[in-house]
RNA sequence: GCGCGGUUAGCUCAGCUGGAUAGAGCGCUGGCCUCCGAAGCCAGAGGUCACAGGUUCGAAUCCUGUACCGCGUACCA
C-alpha cells in the first residue's frame, strides 16, 4: 500500500491531468490545524499564472476533479486559492495497518556502505562532556543508517598518534607514580600530561620530540609504552561506551595509518598535486577548489619531515575506499575542523577520489559557564560524573514514584533514565548552535526530555498489560480529535527517519518523538481503553500498539532503550 | 581581512527545500488523580522573529547590507 503522500499526490496528479494541466508536480503537506484538513497543497498558487486563472479558481477546478471516496473524505479551497485536503478515517485506520505491518514501518530501505567516523577521542585522557556530542550524534546517525538499510562500518578514529606520546614518555620517565597508575591509569597519565604542559623546560621539549621520532621509528621500549598507554585508555572508552551503548566495527586509530604517510606525501609530490612551500610540502587551493580555500593550502607534512593530521585523514580516506568501497563517508566532530574538512576534501577532489561522498557533520562548541574546556588547566567535567550524577538524580525519581519495583530493576531503570536524560538533552538541539552547558539542563527529567518519552512508551505498554490487549495493529479508524491526530502523526514516521538521516540531524526525530509523546498523552487522556468495547477497542488497542511500536523504535534509533516500567 | 555559525516569549530553545492566527520546555497563574501510571493532562498570561532594504500573491524562512556574540584562518588535533 502506498503511503499516504504518495496516494495523495497521486490523486492531485490525475485530477490535474483531468483539469487538462499538463506536467506538474503537486506537492502536499501535512496542515498545522485540523480545521485545515490532514493535508493541503499549494500548488495552485504556482500553477495559475501558466493556466491563465486564478489560484482560486483554479483549486475550485481541481477539487471538483478530486474524487471524494475511500481516501479522501473530502476537499475545501480556502484562502486565496489553498487545497485542503480531509483524509477518511476509514483510509487512516487501513494506512495504519500497513505501516504496521512492515516490520520497517515502511521507511524507504537503501543500498550501500557509510563509513562513520565518530567519537574519537585522543588517548591518555579521560572522556569529558566535550566528547558527549559526538558520540551521541554519531550512535544516533550509525543506528539511523542501519535501520535504513545502509551497511554501516563504525569507525572509532582515535588519536592514538603523534607528538602527545613524546610529551607522555618523558613526562613518564620523569614523574610517574606507578601505584597511582595501577589504581587509575588515566587519572595518573592526565596528571603528568598536564605537569608536562605546565612545567616541561625546554630541554624535556626537545627530547618529547626525540622520543615521538623513535616511537614511529618503531622502538621497541617507547612502542610498549605506547601500548601500555592505549591499552589504559581503551579500557577508560569501553566503561562509557558500554553505558552509552556504543559500540564500533572498528577502532583503526591514527597510528594504523603510519606506514602509509610517506609514500603517500611522495606520491603527491609526484603526481604534482602537492609542492614543497617553506620547507613543508603543501597542496595549494585556489579558488576554484572552494569558496574560502584561496590562500589556505593542506598542510601534508611538516619541514621537519613529520607527517600531521592532515596526511593521516588523506591516507585514512584512501585506506576506507579501498577496503570498504563506501557510498558515504560521514565524519561527526566539532565545528572547529570546518576548514580542515574542506581542505581534505578538496584535496581529495583533486586527486579524484570521487567514489564517496564525504561529509563533515559537524557541531557546535559546549562550553562550561567558566569559558572553554581545557584538559591541560582542568576546565572540563568528566563524562562519568555527568553520567552518574543523572543516574542519582533518576534513581531519586524512581525511588518516590515507583516503589513498588524491586530495587535491581529500579537501580537499572535509574541507570537508563538517567544516561538517556543526557543523550537526549545534546540530542535534541539544533546540533550546529553552540551551547554552554547546564547541569539543570543535562539532567532535567520533565518536558521534552528523554524520561518524558520513556514515560509515554512505558505507559502504553503499562495499558496492554492490563488490559490483555494484542500488541498488533488493525484497520479500525479513528473517531475522535485525539485519536485522528495521533493517527496522522504516527503515519509521518516513514517521512521524518529519512529526512533525519539526509540531513544527518537526529535531532529531527528526536522532535517528532517528542510530538509523539504527547499526542500519546493527549490520547489517553481522551480515549479510555478500560471499559471500551467492540471497534471502539479494537481500534484504541491499535492506536497504543501502533504509538508504542513507533516510540521504542524510535527511541531506539536514539540510542534510547524503551523500557516496558519505569 | 576572509570563511563558518548564532541573534525568535522572563530563561533555554524548535520552526529555516517560503504558505494561512509564530511553537515547545522551564518559570509564573488557575484547574484535573473514588477513573488503564500525575515522570502526566487542560486552560491562561507572555513575542517590533537583532536592524535596514529587496524578491514574491505570500518572508522568522530566500537575497543584499549593517550591528553585536562565538569559532577557524601553515607546520597542534
Given at each position: 500500500m502506498a503511503t499516504v503522500v504518495e496516494s495523495l499526490t497521486q490523486l492531485l496528479q490525475s485530477a490535474a491531468d483531468t483539469v487538462g494541466l499538463e506536467a506538474i508536480i503537486p506537492q502536499v503537506n501535512a496542515t498545522k490545524s485540523p480545521d485545515l484538513g490532514d493535508y493541503q497543497s499549494n500548488c495552485c498558487f504556482r500553477l495559475a499564472k501558466a493556466a491563465g486563472t486564478s489560484p482560486r479558481e483554479l483549486a475550485a477546478k481541481l477539487a471538483a476533479a478530486l474524487p471524494t471516496g475511500p481516501v479522501l473524505a473530502k476537499v475545501e479551497v480556502a484562502g486565496p486559492g489553498f487545497l485542503n485536503l480531509f483524509l477518511s478515517n476509514a483510509y487512516l485506520g487501513q494506512a495504519l495497518q500497513a505501516q504496521f505491518a512492515d516490520p520497517k514501518l515502511h521507511v524507504p530501505q537503501t543500498q550501500g556502505t557509510v563509513v562513520i567516523d565518530y567519537s574519537s577521542p585522543n588517548v591518555a585522557k579521560r572522556m569529558h562532556v566535550g566528547h558527549l556530542r559526538s558520540t551521541v550524534i554519531g550512535l544516533a546517525l550509525h543506528k539511523l543508517y542501519d535501520f535504513c538499510g545502509w551497511t554501516v562500518v563504525a569507525d572509532?578514529?582515535?588519536?592514538?598518534?603523534?607528538t602527545q606520546f613524546g610529551k607522555l614518555i618523558v613526562s613518564w620517565d620523569a614523574w610517574v607514580d606507578l601505584a597511582a597508575f595501577e589504581q587509575d591509569p588515566i587519572g595518573e597519565l592526565q596528571r603528568i600530561y598536564v605537569k608536562f604542559s605546565q612545567e616541561a623546560t625546554d630541554a624535556q621539549q626537545d627530547l618529547a620530540r626525540e622520543e615521538t621520532a623513535k616511537l614511529q621509528a618503531g622502538d621497541a621500549r617507547n612502542l610498549g609504552l605506547w601500548k601500555r598507554f592505549i591499552d589504559a585508555s581503551m579500557v577508560e572508552f569501553e566503561s562509557i561506551y558500554s553505558r552509552l551503548g556504543v559500540s564500533f566495527d572498528v577502532t583503526y586509530g591514527e597510528s594504523h595509518y603510519n606506514d602509509m604517510l610517506q609514500p603517500l606525501v611522495e606520491g603527491l609530490l609526484a603526481q604534482g598535486v602537492a609542492e614543497v612551500s617553506e620547507g613543508a610540502v603543501i597542496i595549494p587551493f585556489d579558488k576554484s577548489d572552494g569558496k574560502g580555500l584561496k590562500d589556505q593550502p593542506f598542510l601534508?607534512?611538516?619541514?621537519?619531515?613529520a607527517a600531521l593530521y592532515g596526511t593521516t585523514d588523506l591516507a585514512t580516506v584512501r585506506f576506507r575506499l579501498d577496503t570498504w568501497a563506501p557510498k558515504r563517508v560521514l565524519y561527526v566532530t566539532d565545528t572547529r575542523q570546518q576548514l580542515h574538512f574542506k581542505q581534505l576534501f578538496a584535496a581529495t577532489n583533486k586527486l579524484g577520489w570521487n567514489q564517496a561522498e564525504l561529509v563533515h557533520v559537524w557541531f557546535g562548541l559546549l562550553s562550561l559557564p567558566e569559558g572553554n574546556m581545557s584538559s591541560r588547566s582542568g576546565n572540563v567535567i568528566h563524562l562519568k560524573a555527568l553520567l552518574d550524577a543523572a543516574v542519582d538524580k533518576a534513581r531519586e525519581i524512581v525511588d518516590l514514584k515507583s516503589a513498588e519495583l524491586p530495587d535491581d530493576e529500579r537501580a537499572l531503570v535509574a541507570e537508563a533514565v538517567g544516561v538517556s536524560a543526557v543523550r537526549y538533552a545534546d540530542l535534541s538541539q539544533n546540533p550546529q548552535a553552540n551551547v554552554v552547558f547546564d547541569w539543570d539542563k543535562m539532567m532535567?527529567?520533565?518536558?521534552?526530555?528523554a524520561p518524558f518519552l520513556m514515560y509515554g512508551h512505558a505507559r502504553l505498554r503499562s495499558i496492554q498489560r492490563k488490559e490483555d490487549l494484542q500488541h498488533v495493529v488493525t484497520g479500525h479508524g479513528p473517531v475522535n480529535d485525539a485519536e485522528r491526530e495521533l493517527t496522522t502523526l504516527l503515519l509521518r514516521f516513514p517521512s521524518v527517519v529519512p529526512a533525519a538521516l539526509e540531513a544527518n540531524r537526529p535531532s529531527i526525530l528526536a522532535e517528532y518523538l517528542f510530538t509523539v509523546a504527547r499526542s500519546v498523552n493527549r490520547f489517553y487522556s481522551q480515549s479510555r481503553i478500560k471499559g471500551s468495547v467492540g471497534e471502539e477497542r479494537a481500534m484504541r488497542a491499535s492506536l497504543v500498539a501502533a504509538a508504542s511500536m513507533t516510540l521504542s523504535t524510535g527511541l531506539g534509533l536514539l540510542g534510547i532503550p524503551a523500557l516496558e516500567r519505569m
Amino acid at each position: 500500500m502506498a503511503t499516504v503522500v504518495e496516494s495523495l499526490t497521486q490523486l492531485l496528479q490525475s485530477a490535474a491531468d483531468t483539469v487538462g494541466l499538463e506536467a506538474i508536480i503537486p506537492q502536499v503537506n501535512a496542515t498545522k490545524s485540523p480545521d485545515l484538513g490532514d493535508y493541503q497543497s499549494n500548488c495552485c498558487f504556482r500553477l495559475a499564472k501558466a493556466a491563465g486563472t486564478s489560484p482560486r479558481e483554479l483549486a475550485a477546478k481541481l477539487a471538483a476533479a478530486l474524487p471524494t471516496g475511500p481516501v479522501l473524505a473530502k476537499v475545501e479551497v480556502a484562502g486565496p486559492g489553498f487545497l485542503n485536503l480531509f483524509l477518511s478515517n476509514a483510509y487512516l485506520g487501513q494506512a495504519l495497518q500497513a505501516q504496521f505491518a512492515d516490520p520497517k514501518l515502511h521507511v524507504p530501505q537503501t543500498q550501500g556502505t557509510v563509513v562513520i567516523d565518530y567519537s574519537s577521542p585522543n588517548v591518555a585522557k579521560r572522556m569529558h562532556v566535550g566528547h558527549l556530542r559526538s558520540t551521541v550524534i554519531g550512535l544516533a546517525l550509525h543506528k539511523l543508517y542501519d535501520f535504513c538499510g545502509w551497511t554501516v562500518v563504525a569507525d572509532n578514529h582515535i588519536g592514538d598518534w603523534g607528538t602527545q606520546f613524546g610529551k607522555l614518555i618523558v613526562s613518564w620517565d620523569a614523574w610517574v607514580d606507578l601505584a597511582a597508575f595501577e589504581q587509575d591509569p588515566i587519572g595518573e597519565l592526565q596528571r603528568i600530561y598536564v605537569k608536562f604542559s605546565q612545567e616541561a623546560t625546554d630541554a624535556q621539549q626537545d627530547l618529547a620530540r626525540e622520543e615521538t621520532a623513535k616511537l614511529q621509528a618503531g622502538d621497541a621500549r617507547n612502542l610498549g609504552l605506547w601500548k601500555r598507554f592505549i591499552d589504559a585508555s581503551m579500557v577508560e572508552f569501553e566503561s562509557i561506551y558500554s553505558r552509552l551503548g556504543v559500540s564500533f566495527d572498528v577502532t583503526y586509530g591514527e597510528s594504523h595509518y603510519n606506514d602509509m604517510l610517506q609514500p603517500l606525501v611522495e606520491g603527491l609530490l609526484a603526481q604534482g598535486v602537492a609542492e614543497v612551500s617553506e620547507g613543508a610540502v603543501i597542496i595549494p587551493f585556489d579558488k576554484s577548489d572552494g569558496k574560502g580555500l584561496k590562500d589556505q593550502p593542506f598542510l601534508v607534512r611538516k619541514k621537519d619531515g613529520a607527517a600531521l593530521y592532515g596526511t593521516t585523514d588523506l591516507a585514512t580516506v584512501r585506506f576506507r575506499l579501498d577496503t570498504w568501497a563506501p557510498k558515504r563517508v560521514l565524519y561527526v566532530t566539532d565545528t572547529r575542523q570546518q576548514l580542515h574538512f574542506k581542505q581534505l576534501f578538496a584535496a581529495t577532489n583533486k586527486l579524484g577520489w570521487n567514489q564517496a561522498e564525504l561529509v563533515h557533520v559537524w557541531f557546535g562548541l559546549l562550553s562550561l559557564p567558566e569559558g572553554n574546556m581545557s584538559s591541560r588547566s582542568g576546565n572540563v567535567i568528566h563524562l562519568k560524573a555527568l553520567l552518574d550524577a543523572a543516574v542519582d538524580k533518576a534513581r531519586e525519581i524512581v525511588d518516590l514514584k515507583s516503589a513498588e519495583l524491586p530495587d535491581d530493576e529500579r537501580a537499572l531503570v535509574a541507570e537508563a533514565v538517567g544516561v538517556s536524560a543526557v543523550r537526549y538533552a545534546d540530542l535534541s538541539q539544533n546540533p550546529q548552535a553552540n551551547v554552554v552547558f547546564d547541569w539543570d539542563k543535562m539532567m532535567a527529567m520533565e518536558g521534552n526530555t528523554a524520561p518524558f518519552l520513556m514515560y509515554g512508551h512505558a505507559r502504553l505498554r503499562s495499558i496492554q498489560r492490563k488490559e490483555d490487549l494484542q500488541h498488533v495493529v488493525t484497520g479500525h479508524g479513528p473517531v475522535n480529535d485525539a485519536e485522528r491526530e495521533l493517527t496522522t502523526l504516527l503515519l509521518r514516521f516513514p517521512s521524518v527517519v529519512p529526512a533525519a538521516l539526509e540531513a544527518n540531524r537526529p535531532s529531527i526525530l528526536a522532535e517528532y518523538l517528542f510530538t509523539v509523546a504527547r499526542s500519546v498523552n493527549r490520547f489517553y487522556s481522551q480515549s479510555r481503553i478500560k471499559g471500551s468495547v467492540g471497534e471502539e477497542r479494537a481500534m484504541r488497542a491499535s492506536l497504543v500498539a501502533a504509538a508504542s511500536m513507533t516510540l521504542s523504535t524510535g527511541l531506539g534509533l536514539l540510542g534510547i532503550p524503551a523500557l516496558e516500567r519505569m
